[in-house]
């Protein structure tokens, strides 16, 4: 039986979570969580590595690398969803497919937010669920892959 593997990356700030506006984005650390999503993937027979990184270049060479080793990615680009070409062009130069999470919902926050330049190279997207906004990422992802 092939193993699916899906890579969750994080991007900036959100290893602060469960200090970091908790109000915003919940009181669970980013180990938690990604503890969480990993059993929950086990059960599913998903491998689940995951990756975190304060640094646009850095995200961009794990998608690169994502090429060749996952078959699907859950991203939360953090702020870089509102202005990063370069993260975009990534996603399209890998052409894996690219599930958009946020655990806030974006559209309902300030004007900025509003706006994703990921969005609309990305399979689709997942805000505003909190934590579980991974949960269903992840759902949304390895069905889409066909498991
Ligand atoms: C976020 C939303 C972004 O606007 C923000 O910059 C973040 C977190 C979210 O998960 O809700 O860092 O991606």
Request: hydrophobic content about 40%; aromatic content about 6%; overall charge negative.
């Amino acid at each position: 039986m092939k193993v699916t593997r899906v890579l969750l990356i994080n991007g900036p700030n959100l290893n602060l979570l469960g200090t970091r506006e908790p109000e915003v984005y919940g009181y669970e650390t980013l180990q938690d969580i990604v503890d969480e999503l990993r059993s929950y993937a086990v059960a599913k027979d998903v491998e689940l590595s995951d990756f975190q990184t304060n640094s646009e270049g850095d995200l961009i060479t794990k998608i690169h690398e994502a090429r060749t080793t996952v078959d699907g990615i859950v991203l939360n680009p953090g702020a870089f969803t509102h202005y990063s070409i370069a993260i975009r062009d990534a996603i399209t130069g890998v052409g894996l497919p690219v599930i958009e999470t946020h655990l806030s919902n974006i559209h309902a926050r300030e004007p900025f937010r509003d706006t994703s330049v990921l969005a609309p190279v990305c399979l689709g997207v997942v805000a505003g669920f909190g934590r579980n906004s991974y949960f269903v990422a992840l759902d949304a992802l390895i069905r889409h892959l066909g498991v």
